[in-house]
């Protein structure tokens, strides 16, 4: 497809249970980001790939949650663990250069809920 | 840090209805800025951005305008339709893409 795909679009956990979360960006795209999004919230950064390498983990709440790259295509987020404050939308996002000027392309997210 | 302040909604307005989402930033260096749409059910998408001071951006009769003096960027229409309601949030960026995110504000629009 076009665009950005997420899978699951709905996941619903039992707290304590862990989680994976895929993204495919758009072919080509260099940049990979997360965000997570809570109810009624804007996007908050989670972490930020360029190609395979991770450049800032720095929003990651918690060390249960973990990102990867591996190919610098597809990329997984984990979440070890689950608590009820993890439950929001979670959010993909690819550009296809670094820099300030390239805008973000979002995928419709992982609703994630935590029970 | 960048951080972006948004003015509180809900906004409820009337077809054909003149809108003003004011939005404001503070940001290091020279970033860009965007408006970003989530339609119901949808994903977030690029409203329109601006990348210098005094740039305009406009889209589906949408626009903004990067004032560097204000660090504003707030968006208009000048008639509002149905198919607008939304909810829209502004954002800056910094060397590296990374978006912040202002805290989005609900508009709806009535027949």
């Known amino acids: 497809g076009a665009g950005v795909s997420q899978s699951p679009r709905y996941k619903v956990a039992k707290r304590g249970q862990d989680v994976a979360l895929r993204c495919d960006p758009i072919s080509g795209h260099v940049s990979l980001f997360w965000y997570q999004q809570a109810l009624g919230q804007g996007p908050e950064f989670l972490t930020y790939f360029q190609n395979e390498a991770q450049l800032d983990k720095s929003g990651l709440p918690s060390d249960r949650f973990f990102a990867e790259r591996p190919e610098g295509s597809v990329s997984t987020l984990k979440i070890q663990r689950t608590q009820q404050e993890d439950s929001a939308v979670y959010l993909c996002?690819?550009?296809?250069?670094?820099?300030?000027?390239?805008?973000?392309?979002f995928g419709n997210g992982t609703r994630l809920t935590v029970t | 840090g960048n951080s972006v302040t948004q003015m509180e909604g809900p906004v409820t307005l009337s077809e054909e209805a003149f809108l003003t989402i004011n939005c404001t930033y503070t940001?290091?260096?020279?970033?860009?800025l965007f408006w970003y749409v989530q339609y119901p059910g949808e994903g977030l998408q690029l409203l329109l951005k601006?990348?210098?001071?005094?740039d305009k951006g406009s889209n589906k009769g949408f626009e903004a305008t990067y004032r560097k003096e204000t660090t504003s960027f707030h968006l208009e229409k000048g008639s509002v339709q149905v198919s607008d309601s939304a909810v829209y949030f502004c954002?800056?960026?910094?060397?590296?893409?990374?978006?912040?995110f202002g805290k989005g504000i609900t508009l709806s629009v009535r027949p």
């Open positions: 996002a690819s550009s296809l250069a670094q820099g300030k000027e390239s805008p973000l392309h």
């Open positions: 601006a990348t210098k001071a005094d």
């Open positions: 940001a290091t260096g020279y970033p860009s």
């Open positions: 954002a800056v960026t910094g060397a590296n893409s990374k978006l912040t």
